[in-house]
């Protein structure tokens, strides 16, 4: 599923002003899908000790419970296309709020680990739809005038998900008196918790039955009256609808469809190209960014942090994610995708280094001591924000721009998927690198955020300000 990169039709290049609060509301519902892979994804930070005490289990089983979600992921974005363009955008939208639902609810009432295990895969498809649905459907929706601006909200979305997940898992914490396993309306407090996420994925699916379909999947599945009633409400009245219609059907025409066998060439397998895209989703996600969202309560309770303040700082810490994120969005089109990055591969390898050093000392009755306890603290604060003014949306913004058109699509399934793999293995090795040296783990990060900077120095070009045709 592929949107086309080609201006529209004179007269489309922009949305009348009474049209664009139609089409704002258009790109939110859309990006609610975002903010339930930002939930669903942190939510389960709150659970983690609550889920080894309840099944008594040691931290490699642990970290394959949490881990196992991704797995769901990368099968859900793999196939998100695929199902979109037979059955369209609307219906894929409304199949992964279902499996959200339903994982929410059997994540909350599970009858054993097993089945917990099975309800995150459900909803990690889910995850893997939203993740690919809400960009394309935004870009295919959107007036050219408003669509950086109007993709951009799915991205929002996701960090804003993960810090309302870590305010709801604070909030009901402290309801259940600060103990996970609390109860709370008949249910253990970890359980609600793992259960209020009904509540956004049913709204998700609600929003999907007051949108309207794709004009790119209407007019593939010829429909072109539906198409010509759709770019009207977002495009304006004066805008030439046959043009319009026949151009999409021209871009559809003429879009090479890129195969896995295109990128294959050079002395490694893959053209070097694909490398580059490949290391940039690695590195991404081996500075232990996602340790940050599934696992800090449970960090900060290592070394001492009593569970309603490692709660709290969860979600100061989302907060800081969001700040990063609109300083990328504003940025990254001035100042450029490279020098952002390497902005942030060397605040992170500082907070990262921090966290290492302040985290070798010894436990003072179970606690850091004062000086490392603050380090520790403010360093995670300044890994996040360095991570998301830069990697967390700049990788993705590369990977939309560098490839060749020819192998675009392909080599961004490929990108995607080592990103997905990535992930994986940095959040199930965690548990056990920490409980075998916390520190030694921070610093395996820390080499990996400094070798990001030669990487981009060296095989990373920059992209901005050019066109799409220009990438070779």
Not at 23 to 40: P, R
Not at 332 to 351: E, H, N, Q, T, Y
Not at 445 to 472: C, D, N, Q, R
Request: aromatic share 12%.
């Amino acid at each position: 599923m592929t949107s086309t990169t080609r201006p529209p039709a004179s007269g489309a290049r922009t949305a009348h002003p009474e049209h664009l609060g139609h089409v704002i509301f258009i790109a939110a519902a859309a990006a609610m899908g975002g903010f339930l892979f930002g939930y669903d994804s942190a939510v389960i930070n709150g659970a983690v000790e609550a889920i080894r005490g309840r099944y008594d289990i040691g931290s490699a089983a642990l970290a394959q419970v949490i881990a196992i979600a991704l797995i769901g992921c990368a099968v859900g974005a793999a196939t998100a296309g695929r199902i979109a363009d037979r059955i369209g955008r609307i219906r894929c939208m409304q199949i992964a709020s279902v499996l959200f639902t339903i994982s929410a609810v059997g994540s909350a009432l599970p009858f054993a680990l097993w089945d917990l295990a099975f309800w995150r895969i459900i909803g990690g498809f889910a995850i893997g739809m939203a993740s690919v649905i809400g960009p394309a459907y935004i870009a295919e929706v959107a007036p050219a005038a408003y669509r950086g601006r109007l993709g951009s909200f799915q991205q929002a979305a996701i960090v804003i998900g993960i810090a309302i997940s870590q305010l709801v898992n604070w909030g009901i914490l402290n309801a259940a008196g600060g103990d996970q396993r609390g109860k709370l309306m008949g249910l253990e407090a970890w359980q609600v918790m793992l259960g209020v996420m009904v509540i956004p994925a049913v709204l998700y699916g609600l929003l999907s039955f007051a949108i309207p379909e794709s004009p790119r999947f209407l007019i593939s599945a010829g429909r072109d009256a539906r198409a010509r009633e759709v770019l009207k409400e977002v495009e304006g009245d004066e805008i030439d609808l046959d043009a319009r219609v026949a151009e999409i059907e021209h871009a559809m025409k003429s879009e090479h469809k890129s195969t896995f066998k295109d990128l294959l060439g050079g002395g490694f397998f893959f053209k070097p190209i694909v490398w580059v895209g490949i290391g940039l989703s690695v590195f991404q996600q081996f500075v232990g960014i996602n340790v940050a969202f599934y696992y800090s309560s449970t960090l900060w309770q290592s070394v001492g942090v009593d569970p309603s303040q490692s709660f709290f700082y969860s979600f100061t810490t989302s907060i800081i994610n969001i700040i990063g994120t609109v300083i990328a969005m504003i940025f990254v089109d001035r100042i450029g995708r490279r020098p952002l990055a390497l902005i942030g591969s060397v605040g992170m390898a500082i907070g990262l280094a921090l966290e290492a050093w302040a985290f070798s000392y010894d436990l003072v009755d179970g606690k850091l001591p004062g000086t490392q306890g603050w380090v520790a603290l403010i360093a995670a604060h300044v890994f996040v924000l360095f991570f998301a003014l830069s990697w967390g949306v700049v990788v993705w913004v590369f990977l939309g721009e560098m490839f060749p058109n020819k192998i675009r699509a392909a080599a961004l399934g490929v990108a995607a998927s080592a990103q997905w793999i990535a992930n994986w293995a940095i959040t199930a090795s965690f548990p056990s690198l920490a409980d075998w040296n916390l520190s030694a783990t921070y610093v395996i990060y820390t080499i990996f955020a400094a070798l990001s900077i030669p990487f981009v120095l060296k095989y990373v070009k920059e992209t901005k300000g050019k066109a799409l045709e220009e990438m070779g």
